[in-house]
């Protein structure tokens, strides 16, 4: 279509532009801003959010390896023509093709032969012994190709938070099969426990608690409070507030849309950026709506202008370019996205304070975690790059523009669910509770956080108290989790029973990983 476009055509193209978020009366923002307007920071904080799309297999990233422990992990797991059990800590990676002394079995490309053993971790605090686990005391490790988080965990900058998952109150097994205490709706389905990660209901939920904290944090941001919220993965449940208008950009050199040189529009539109402003300004429209709608719209160009300009500055600039992820299967190097998101928060993070900053959430994302089948390779290549990319933004953070920002940034990772103890051939199915990275240097690291469960599935005599069927049973909600990195933040605990009205539910309403 080609022809004048008018105010209500940009409207309808302003919701596929990629800073616009989702939509709130922008008077509501505005009230929200005025509301928090007395509110100081005496220094930046940010949290970013790095979503595991699909369901990471947390059994197979954080393992507890004493013998008791260990055992009952190598029964379920080595079975099939391709299991997908790790080998024991100090088992030396082999070459494709050559034959294990400890399974019998031929290296493939990513079989747990090719990538070699547990990498151990020893937590600064003792895991209590579970009941159903006959260890004196527990051990633990992290998946081969996690070497830079184990980097991070000896340094004490990065911490474990246990069996975390989807609750409304305290649960056990037997609770559970009874049906005699609520748990969330329809567990196991990707698009709800999502949408119960990100916003606390099932799919249809439309904010979020990292909306929610930006609702609370807003007004710390002086004038620029289009700011606080950002994806760099687009569209994101978890960054949609009641007030905060999530900004999303694209990783790359200018990562909003550019309204000051060439602009990419939809096909046959006829808007300059010149004209884009101009209809964005008419305030002539007999709806409330659009002209509230075009004053966000308005609003958001400017914003984006503003930030392809500092993201050329030197500070910007200044922020180390990511390096390439060596494949763990292939050993071939390629770009690795998550860094490159990660790349972009950085940045962003360097100009903050030019743009009066003080409080920020973020939220990126990788997929590819459904591991019904392939698993063995598929989560090694996922691992890796989550692990390379944690440890760029961990360096990256260590110097902005010449400061250490590590102790004023946290990160943390999220995902659907965990997934089952026992395999399904080569891979594994849905299942619930899982474990987490927290990263930072404001976090307590080198821990572990939370109870990590006893292994193994109801066989013979054993009956495994923290195991429902081959899911884990949650011991510490997503509620915990989130409130314990918002308190962080600087929300009152009045804010935090607002954010996460089930918190109110559980005994500890911090978890004790953050100084």
């Not at 998946?143 to 305290?170: C, E, M, Q, S, Y």
Request: charged residues 15%.
């Amino acid at each position: 279509m080609t022809g004048p476009i008018h105010r209500r055509r940009l409207l309808s193209i302003g919701g596929g532009l990629t800073f616009l978020g989702a939509a709130a009366p922008f008077a509501a923002q505005l009230a929200a801003a005025g509301s928090a307007a007395g509110q100081t920071a005496a220094d930046y904080r940010a949290l970013v959010c790095i979503y595991l799309n699909g369901g990471n297999d947390s059994n197979n990233t954080v393992l507890a390896t004493d013998t008791d422990s260990y055992d009952r992990y190598f029964a379920a797991r080595n079975t099939g023509t391709d299991p997908i059990a790790l080998l024991p800590p100090g088992t030396p990676p082999l070459a494709i093709g050559a034959t294990s002394p400890i399974t019998r079995r031929v290296a493939k490309a990513g079989s747990p032969e090719h990538l070699g053993g547990i990498l151990p971790i020893v937590p600064r605090t003792p895991q209590p012994i579970p009941a159903g686990t006959s260890a004196t005391v527990r051990t633990f490790g992290l998946h081969p190709v996690l070497g830079p988080l184990k980097t991070l965990f000896d340094a004490g900058r990065l911490g474990v938070v246990a069996n975390v998952g989807t609750l409304i109150k305290p649960i056990t097994k037997a609770e559970y099969q009874a049906g005699t205490v609520p748990f969330p709706a329809n567990l196991f389905s990707h698009n709800d426990q999502s949408s119960t990660w990100q916003a606390g209901a099932s799919e249809g939920a439309t904010v979020g608690w990292g909306g929610r904290l930006g609702d609370m944090i807003t007004g710390m941001n002086g004038a620029n409070t289009v700011f606080t919220a950002m994806s760099v993965a687009g569209n994101a449940v978890y960054l949609s507030g009641n007030n905060v208008i999530q900004f999303q950009v694209s990783p790359g050199a200018q990562p909003a849309l550019k309204i000051n040189g060439s602009t990419s529009l939809p096909t046959g539109s006829d808007l300059s950026p010149a004209r884009l402003r101009d209809i964005a300004q008419d305030q002539t429209s007999a709806s409330l709506f659009a002209a509230d709608y075009g004053t966000v719209v308005n609003r958001s160009m400017a914003a984006a202008n503003s930030l392809n300009t500092l993201f050329g500055s030197a500070a910007a600039r200044a922020i180390a370019v990511p390096p390439p992820l060596v494949n763990p299967v292939t050993g071939q190097s390629a770009p690795n996205a998550l860094s490159d998101q990660l790349y972009t928060v950085a940045r962003m993070i360097a100009v903050a304070s030019s743009l009066g900053l003080k409080r920020q959430v973020f939220f990126v994302q990788i997929g590819g975690w459904d591991f019904h089948d392939t698993q063995s390779p598929d989560q090694a290549v996922l691992l890796a790059t989550l692990a390379g990319a944690m440890s760029y933004f961990d360096s990256a953070m260590g110097n902005v523009g010449g400061l250490n920002m590590r102790r004023n940034v946290t990160a943390f990772t999220a995902s659907d669910f965990s997934r089952t103890f026992t395999t399904n051939a080569d891979g594994t199915d849905h299942a619930w509770g899982g474990h987490h990275f927290v990263m930072g240097g404001a976090v307590k690291g080198g821990d572990i956080f939370g109870q990590y469960p006893t292994l193994g599935t109801d066989r013979g005599t054993f009956r495994n108290p923290d195991m429902a069927g081959r899911a884990l049973v949650p011991t510490t909600a997503v509620e915990q989790y989130a409130a314990t990195m918002g308190r962080w933040l600087g929300v009152s605990e009045s804010g935090l029973d607002t954010i996460f009205p089930n918190l109110k539910n559980f005994p500890r309403r911090d978890l004790g990983f953050m100084n």
